[in-house]
């Protein structure tokens, strides 16, 4: 027999799901690695203004932040993030001077990095999920379940009827 990274004791069909999972997480990992890229390259080689933070009326954590760029444009924009900032506290806004109005964030860790943290979050849960549909299918399945114990049948059967005609 050839290699396999199908386990032993995990029934194809559950190899199958695991791989659904499996396309889920590379795309997340993708948009991780992505906005942190993006994040990265706004901090080190984007630009950077002072601005102002005047606390929005109708929701927690959401900000309208007003700052001037190099060449003198006057910028306000809506913030969302896990930050919390005081009415008119000072703060530092990157920003790419091509695009200043599209791409721009305020300097706090929370602020920049928030969206990434998120994803790398969903990005282990995710691969956590594959690996245990894969090499723990009993416990995402549960052992007594009627579909667990189907599905171990019929690949047991597969599996016979495998040898059997290979023995012929």
């Not at 601005?51 to 306000?76: E, L």
């Not at 005081?86 to 200043?100: F, I, L, S, T």
Request: proline share 4%; net charge positive.
């Amino acid at each position: 027999m050839g290699f396999s990274l199908k386990p032993k004791n995990t029934p194809r069909a559950y190899f199958y799901d695991a791989s659904i999972t499996l396309v889920v997480s590379l795309v997340l990992i993708f948009f991780l690695i992505n906005t942190a890229a993006g994040r990265y390259q706004l901090v080190h080689s984007g630009a950077h203004a002072e601005g102002t933070i005047s606390c929005s009326q109708d929701a927690h954590h959401h900000y309208d932040v007003q700052f001037t760029t190099a060449d003198g444009k006057v910028i306000n924009y809506r913030e969302s993030n896990w930050a919390t900032y005081e009415n008119g506290q000072k703060v530092m806004v990157y920003y790419d001077p091509a695009h200043p109005a599209e791409e721009r964030n305020t300097g706090t860790f929370l602020a920049l990095w928030d969206s990434t943290i998120t994803l790398t979050y969903m990005s282990l849960i995710a691969v956590g999920i594959t690996l245990g549909l894969i090499y723990f299918p009993k416990y995402f399945y549960g052992p007594f379940s009627n579909a667990y114990q189907n599905r171990l049948k019929q690949e047991k059967k597969r599996q016979h009827a495998e040898k059997q005609s290979g023995s012929v």
